[in-house]
């Protein structure tokens, strides 16, 4: 005896392959999206990378072009580096010196520059930053001549920093500095040296203004072998300039101070 497939059964059979491709056709344009935001995402995080790594190339090779258009000194950056999920900003190896070559040691020089967002401000309503300085040396000279000196006078380098570094600084922080000082114009030379200088100022931009003196700066350095701390209360906005300053120098050793009391007090110890 011979059976025979019912139709029913066939049409089962191609009812479930159509449903088969109507189930497959989602599928396909559900994995379509997918590989399509997967390739986007990709390309947009290597345009990143290659922004993280070309960038602070460029930033540097502008900043040091700038810094070559000052009229006596010439400024030098060696690297900087992006810190984008602190919102940071490093810079290494900042040095300023005399273009002609006359004075050997550099008018200012930084190891590493740290500039930080400073979100305590922001939240206040002032757009500011905290920058550190680390390692920083500072070599002032008198001398008769202006090929010679390298002072505080010459502003043109600070104004200049003032237009690369358009943001408010409202903590200052300094971690081993040292300053030198020589004077060649006295008829007894001086020569000053204070080292492990250490500098705090907060508040700068009075974001915290209940004080008459909001902003307050810390500083301590070794000179001539004894510790001296200064504490300075100033209001940095105010037209009049009004501060309340304390010093305290502990253990200084007198005999290392001759040649400034002989110089300026006509006496020794």
Not at 82 to 88: A, T
Not at 200 to 213: I, M, P, Q, W, Y
């Amino acid at each position: 005896m011979l059976l025979r497939k019912s139709g029913k059964h066939k049409r089962t059979k191609k009812q479930a392959a159509e449903t088969e491709q109507v189930d497959a056709k989602p599928t396909r344009k559900r994995g379509r999206f997918w590989r399509r935001l997967a390739r986007t995402l990709v390309v947009f995080l290597g345009l990143l990378v290659i922004i993280y790594l070309i960038l602070p190339i460029v930033v540097v090779s502008y900043m040091n072009r700038k810094w070559a258009t000052m009229p006596e000194y010439e400024g030098h950056l060696t690297s900087l580096e992006f810190d984008i999920f602190n919102l940071q900003v490093r810079a290494k190896g900042i040095t300023i010196k005399k273009k002609n070559g006359k004075i050997a040691d550099p008018f200012i020089y930084v190891s590493q520059s740290t500039i930080t967002v400073d979100w305590d401000a922001w939240d206040k309503g002032t757009k500011a930053a905290s920058i550190v300085l680390d390692s920083m040396a500072i070599n002032i000279i008198k001398a008769p001549s202006a090929e010679l000196s390298q002072t505080s006078a010459d502003t043109a380098i600070f104004n200049l920093v003032e237009v690369m570094m358009p943001i408010t600084r409202n903590r200052l922080e300094v971690k081993r500095g040292s300053v030198s000082f020589k004077d060649t114009q006295s008829s007894k030379p001086l020569d000053i040296h204070l080292s492990h200088l250490y500098v705090l100022a907060t508040n700068l931009e009075n974001v915290d203004s209940t004080s008459a003196l909001p902003a307050h700066v810390l500083l301590r350095v070794n000179a001539y072998g004894a510790p001296v701390e200064l504490n300075i209360n100033a209001n940095a906005k105010a037209k009049d300039k009004r501060f309340a300053l304390t010093i305290s120098v502990k253990r200084l050793p007198m005999p290392n101070i001759n040649h400034l009391l002989r110089e300026f007090a006509e006496f020794d110890v």
